[in-house]
């Protein structure tokens, strides 16, 4: 097997097993955010700027998770990024997602507060990932090695 | 130079900045963290990133060019976000389980400044790869002629 398929094939396993870990959280997040009583009475308890906190948390995570993969496209030698914007904004789209799935799952499941937190910033970092590269699948948002 | 130096001593700032609230809260033990394992926790991980910031800020910047932490400086973008994160999960954790008041507020100017600092880290190493690159592509011509 080549080297090139090899890693294909790795990036494949790795994607898939970050998706398995995230499916609980989806469903976790979709049972919130069907307007179960008890779920919403936590949610309304939760003050409007701690909303704010946890947005700057999310958007922090997928700070980190975007300059650190444009970090390897910027290299000397790399292939660069053809559409900077679009591979920004997916980034940060997919860490946004990722930390307010990631909210409303730890909120539901009466997580420590430092830990909800823990669990937004890391989400967001992989979420930006996951949404970067389905993203690069429509519009190929980093140039490619000639 | 100048300018290099004075942003080691604002990464030396939020890195001590981010030691002297993981030791607050270890000592002082506040009800808004009951857990002493989840003191323990946060400051092993505040630690962690505080010895990195400033290991970055003192040997990166602040020493002359010949001392380097050359694996320190790759990853000193996530290292400043992860202070900022951090930071920002206090401010969380204070709105959730305490009354907010207005000496909580430098969490949210530690994490800002944090931020700024590693978005600022992250253009010059940029900006520093892509200089090294082209002097090196100068530099090769002239070493294939005898």
Known sequence: MSKTRMQLQLRLIRDFLILLGLLPTLVYAATAATGQASVAAELDQIPGLAYAVTFVSSSLGGLAGTLHRMSKHLEPGAAGILHPKVFVAANMLGGWAAGWFSFLTGTQAGTPTLLVQGIVVVSAFGGAAIVERAVDKVLPAKGKKG | ?146
Not at chain 2, 43 to 59: F, H, K, N, Q
Request: net charge neutral; with cysteine; hydrophobic share 55%.
């Open chain 2, 1 to 146: 130079m100048k300018h290099l130096r004075l942003l080691g001593w604002v990464k030396l700032y939020v890195s001590c900045s981010l030691f002297i609230t993981a030791w607050i809260l270890l000592t002082q033990q506040p009800d808004w963290m009951p857990s002493r394992q989840g003191q323990y926790l946060f400051a092993l991980m505040a630690g962690i990133l505080t010895s990195a910031g400033a290991a970055d800020a003192v040997i990166n910047d602040l020493l002359p060019e010949r001392y380097r932490a050359c694996r320190v400086a790759s990853a000193k973008y996530l290292i400043f976000t992860g202070i900022a994160a951090f930071q920002m999960a206090l401010l969380y954790a204070v709105l959730i389980d305490s009354v907010l008041s207005l000496a909580d507020m430098r969490y949210a100017l530690d994490a800002l400044v944090a931020t700024v600092v590693a978005i600022l880290d992250f253009l010059l190493q940029a900006q520093a790869r892509k200089n090294a690159h082209v002097e090196d592509q100068d530099a090769t011509p002239a070493a294939a002629h005898p």
